[in-house]
């Protein structure tokens, strides 16, 4: 069993950056892919980035490539999501999910592939 528990998120204005954390417990933790996703209001949930544990392989999202960076930190069991150059279109409630680690990371991005989530943590961006 898996446990997420998401932070970090708030207000910041457009240009602005917040930092992501997702925390993670469990023996298991660390041989699953970890993504994050977001969900604006009245949209569907969207994949934004991901990472491997075991090697810290990454994969993004067009949209926050070049703008977002995923990191994790093996003594913490914390995986982050950097966020730079915030803009209005990012607002939304961010989630953290650990999935199979034995897809590619780019074939990672559809909910389906991922078993245990977050509650997610709202990120509010002001213009």
């Known amino acids: 069993q898996v446990q997420l528990v998401e932070s970090g998120g708030g207000l910041v204005q457009a240009g602005g950056s917040l930092r992501l954390s997702c925390a993670g417990s469990g023996s298991t933790f660390r041989s699953y892919t970890i993504g994050w996703f977001r969900q604006a209001l009245g949209n569907e949930r969207q994949f934004v980035a991901n990472?491997?544990?075991?090697?810290?392989?990454?994969h993004y999202a067009e949209s926050v490539k070049g703008r977002f960076t995923i990191s994790r930190d093996n003594a913490k069991n914390t995986v982050y999501l950097q966020m730079n150059t915030l803009k209005p279109e990012d607002m939304a409630t961010y989630y953290c999910?650990?999935?199979?680690?034995?897809?590619?990371?780019?074939?990672?991005?559809?909910?389906?592939?991922?078993?245990?989530w977050g509650q997610g943590t709202q990120v509010t961006v002001s213009s």
């Open positions: 999910a650990a999935g199979t680690p034995y897809f590619p990371l780019d074939n990672m991005q559809r909910e389906a592939r991922y078993d245990y």
């Open positions: 990472i491997r544990w075991g090697g810290g392989a990454t």
